[in-house]
């Protein structure tokens, strides 16, 4: 009975959340776009700069 309950229970918490969101306008979406390609560009760069590092000191 208790997964019964459990698997109930987070169906119901599933439905709320799900209530509550909403589509984000398009100036949301862009905003978040570029935010996370600044990130990805960002990560991108550090691992190029620590892979050259590690190739010029013959770690890699």
């Known amino acids: 009975m208790r997964i019964h309950q459990k698997l ?3 169906y119901k918490e599933t439905r709320r959340i ?3 969101t909403r ?3 398009g100036s949301e979406f862009n ?3 570029k935010i996370t390609g600044l990130g990805m560009i960002v990560i991108g760069i550090i691992g190029f700069i620590i892979f050259v ?3 010029i000191s013959g770690i890699y």
């Open 31 to 33: 905003e978040t776009a």
């Open 23 to 25: 589509k984000p306008r």
């Open 53 to 55: 590092i590690a190739k």
């Open 18 to 20: 799900l209530r509550l």
């Open 8 to 10: 109930i229970n987070a």
